[in-house]
């Protein structure tokens, strides 16, 4: 009954309890598929999440000048927030860069955060209000640090 059945359970712990070479070298492709298949994928799976975690602050990311599909509304308006270059023919929101349509080279529209109106995203100030802007300059972020405030107390050291 106990013979040889490699993946029977009793025989396999008998094997554990009372080690025989034989017997263990019999065991190796079982002993490589728990032992290995299991760190190897832990460890994919660590890779995996360092790759997630650096390719955010990591790499520069490559702007994807790819345009996506605007919603619109029950009027067939479309539903775009302000200082974002959208093409109103095709209902297409563009990345800030981005100028024209890039189906048929039309002038993209952006809506002024201030006051709502319309205007051409190659146009950077708004006529209505004066606003000027400039697309896409807050995808280079900068850090403000405030110096020049000493520290609690440390104004005192002289
Ligand atoms: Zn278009
Ligand atoms: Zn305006």
């Not at 490699?6 to 025989?20: A, G, K, T, V």
């Not at 263990?24 to 190897?40: S, Y």
């Not at 950077?124 to 640090?145: D, E, F, I, N, W």
Request: glycine letters at 8%; a neutral charge.
């Amino acid at each position: 009954m106990l013979a040889k059945t490699d993946f029977d359970l009793l025989s396999l712990l008998e094997q554990l309890i009372i080690p025989d070479w034989g017997d263990l070298i019999g065991l190796l492709p079982l002993a490589l598929v728990f032992g290995l298949i299991g760190p190897v994928l832990s460890l994919l799976a660590l890779a995996w999440v360092h790759h997630r975690l650096t390719r955010r602050r990591g790499k520069v990311r490559i702007m994807d000048l790819e345009p996506v599909p605007a919603s619109t509304d029950a009027s067939g308006e479309i539903l775009v927030g302000p200082n974002v270059p959208f093409c109103p023919r095709h209902a297409l929101i563009y990345p800030p860069q981005a100028t024209e349509c890039h189906l048929d080279h039309e002038e993209l529209m952006v809506r002024c955060p201030v006051d709502e109106t319309l205007r051409i995203a190659r146009q950077q100030v708004c006529r209505a209000c004066g606003t000027k802007y400039v697309l896409g300059a807050s995808q280079s972020p900068v850090t403000v640090r405030r110096t020049g405030r000493p520290p609690q107390g440390g104004a005192a050291v002289a």
